[in-house]
């Protein structure tokens, strides 16, 4: 039995819609089931004020894409794998060469007993719940950044929030991948703007979870809810349900992230996955690359395995967390022969007179392999520093590829503060410099 197409891309985002244009690039023939939505909705579950990808599709998007060979399903499809694998959509079997998943996972619900199911929210519901029929008090379970947005913005809509985040080394450690000094910082910001933050775990127990740790209230968890007066909004981490697609019957996980090599292919070898449902954060922009080098491997172009540390990526939070490249303890795995150093910038921003933070991480040759950034206007030293990685453009450069004076600023800072530890280091190299300046002046050592 042939097939009727060479990829079936499924899910009703933007990685999904930009998968299908590039399929489409490549000549293939290909097909966009949207799993019944008919826009592209690409908030990734973080509230409306921030700033993220919010478009949606119109029927000029979905006729550029007939126009392109596309065909699209605005219907809800479901694998079966006998006797050839295939989509059914509706009264249809798709059979293509390879499928792309690049869904929009749905959080699933922290199973804790004392909770009302009424007032209880993951990201995703609470997006569709009404503003004006929110609790006031709100206990959060923060595991990911969608929930530390959320509860920003209730604390912006007048809520009192208590937000609960995983412990690590006896303190708050809300990104439990990002550099310590960054969860540090916005523990703080947080805390100076009224969020209420402590620090827990949760552990397995004799139910799916144990609920000694978490509370409605954020201070006792046998507190009850009581007129409707606490809302909880969390997420258990690392598990979605993939809402019917019969993933399990491929032999893929349906409730937890789908393990994939460098180019997206699952264990299941006729099937890609990119954004959410790889793990991770699930950002519009990480996807994008997933779902581009999954296209270009499933149609035979030979692309490079995705490099995430090479990948910049900033999270829509206040202040925004900004990151590209390895942590400092990374490196050392990575680098376990070459030291590594940490510089740290923390200028005033002119305009609002908060501090940012920007760190670099660099091998003692001067070698870039980290960046870390925490505040408001640090884009562009984003770009510079993600180019510079992806280049190999050492420390002692850089200031050539500052696209702006605050970026230049920092650069030379960074640059100021690598020149001082190398003296303190290497007393061979200050001798060297000292010799030649003598030579400079008097012409002799």
């Keep these: 039995m042939g097939f009727e197409y060479d990829l079936v891309v499924v899910g009703a985002t933007a990685a999904a819609q930009q998968a299908a244009l590039r399929a489409a690039h490549w000549q293939a023939r290909v097909a966009w089931v949207t799993q019944g939505e008919l826009g592209i909705c690409d908030r990734a579950n973080f509230p409306p004020p921030l700033p993220i990808d919010r478009g949606s599709a119109k029927p000029d998007l979905m006729g550029s894409l007939s126009l392109a060979g596309v065909d699209v399903l605005a219907q809800r499809g479901e694998f079966h794998p006998h006797p050839q694998v295939a989509l059914t959509v509706g009264d249809r079997a798709l059979r293509s060469r390879f499928y792309l998943l690049a869904l929009r996972p749905t959080p699933i619900l922290p199973p804790i007993a004392v909770l009302d199911p009424d007032v209880t929210f993951t990201c995703h519901t609470l997006s569709h719940h009404p503003v004006n029929a929110l609790p006031t008090r709100w206990s959060v379970l923060g595991s990911s950044p969608q929930t530390f947005a959320w509860a920003q913005w209730l604390l912006s809509q007048g809520h009192q929030v208590t937000l609960t985040v995983a412990t690590g080394a006896g303190i708050p450690q809300p990104f439990p991948s990002e550099d310590p000094a960054v969860n540090q910082r916005c523990v703080a910001h947080w805390q100076a703007q009224g969020i209420a933050v402590r620090s827990g775990s949760v552990r397995s127990g004799s139910g799916p979870w144990e609920e000694e740790s978490w509370g409605p209230d954020g201070t006792s968890p046998a507190a009850p809810l009581g007129a409707r007066a606490v809302g909880f909004l969390g997420e258990a981490p690392h598990t979605w349900v993939d809402a019917g697609l019969g993933l399990d019957r491929l032999g893929l996980s349906n409730t937890e992230p789908i393990a994939a090599n460098g180019y997206g292919q699952t264990a299941h070898a006729q099937v890609y996955v990119c954004g959410g449902m790889r793990g991770g954060y699930g950002l519009p922009v990480l996807a994008a690359q997933e779902a581009a080098i999954a296209v270009d491997h499933a149609l035979g172009q030979r692309p490079q395995p995705l490099y995430y540390a090479k990948i910049p990526y900033s999270l829509p939070l206040d202040p925004p967390v900004l990151r590209v490249g390895l942590t400092e303890a990374q ?114 050592f």
């Design 331 to 444: 490196g050392r795995r990575f680098f376990r022969r070459q030291r590594m150093i940490s510089l740290v910038a923390t200028p005033l921003d002119p305009v609002t007179g908060e501090t940012r933070w920007a760190k670099v991480v660099l091998l003692e040759s001067g070698r870039i392999v980290g960046f870390h950034g925490v505040g408001q206007g640090l884009e562009g030293l984003l770009g510079v520093m993600a180019a510079a990685i992806g280049q190999g453009v050492p420390l002692g450069q850089l200031g050539n590829w500052a696209g702006d004076a605050w970026s230049y600023g920092v650069v030379m800072d960074w640059g100021q503060q690598w020149q001082r530890w190398r003296l303190a280091n290497f007393p061979s190299f200050e001798r060297r410099l000292r010799w030649f300046f003598n030579w400079q002046r008097t012409g002799n």
